[in-house]
């Protein structure tokens, strides 16, 4: 991993945020370009994997750098799938909100996915135990 390069990078270029977005197949980002603009630029935290200067992944997180801090996206070109990229970006992010103490994040149902995230600290709200928390979230 000596060509990957792995840092804050508020900015990324339209063009290639698009080109990654698609790859993975995140269309509701890709439809209206202009509002992932926005919400790249409305993050808290931004940070890329570069590998040879092209941008292959991307973690970012909505925080009030005290008390909460969401995982909103983490992805990772196809193409460089099970390099530890995307351990690398979610440790990034953990790394930059390492003060807060609710870190939260939604994700697909799969178990991939999940074992992933357990991998990385995180508990699946049904694994708290019966009566102990609930989640909710509403889409419009």
Same mark, same amino acid.
């Given at each position: 991993?000596?060509?990957?390069?792995?840092?804050?990078?508020?900015?990324?270029?339209?063009?290639?945020?698009?080109?990654?977005?698609?790859?993975?197949?995140?269309?509701?980002?890709?439809?209206?370009?202009?509002?992932?603009?926005?919400?790249?630029? #409305?993050?808290?935290? $931004?940070?890329?994997?570069?590998?040879?200067?092209?941008? @292959?992944?991307?973690?970012?997180? &909505?925080? /009030? *750098?005290?008390?909460?801090?969401?995982?909103?996206?983490?992805?990772?070109?196809?193409?460089?799938?099970?390099?530890?990229? #995307?351990?690398?970006? $979610?440790?990034?992010?953990?790394?930059?909100?390492?003060? @807060?103490?609710?870190?939260?994040? &939604?994700? /697909? *149902?799969?178990?991939?996915?999940?074992?992933?995230?357990?991998?990385?600290?995180?508990?699946?709200?049904?694994?708290?135990?019966?009566?102990?928390?609930?989640?909710?979230?509403?889409?419009?």
């Amino acid at each position: 991993m000596a060509d990957l390069l792995v840092a804050e990078e508020p900015g990324p270029a339209a063009a290639e945020l698009l080109a990654l977005y698609d790859s993975v197949g995140w269309s509701a980002y890709t439809r209206d370009p202009e509002l992932l603009r926005a919400a790249i630029a #409305g993050s808290s935290y $931004v940070v890329t994997a570069r590998r040879a200067g092209r941008l @292959v992944g991307l973690a970012r997180a &909505l925080s /009030d *750098d005290a008390t909460i801090c969401y995982l909103q996206d983490v992805l990772v070109h196809p193409g460089e799938h099970r390099r530890g990229i #995307g351990r690398l970006l $979610v440790r990034a992010v953990l790394d930059r909100y390492a003060a @807060v103490r609710q870190k939260v994040l &939604l994700t /697909d *149902d799969e178990p991939a996915q999940r074992a992933f995230y357990k991998a990385l600290g995180y508990t699946e709200i049904r694994d708290y135990g019966p009566g102990t928390l609930r989640s909710f979230v509403r889409f419009d």
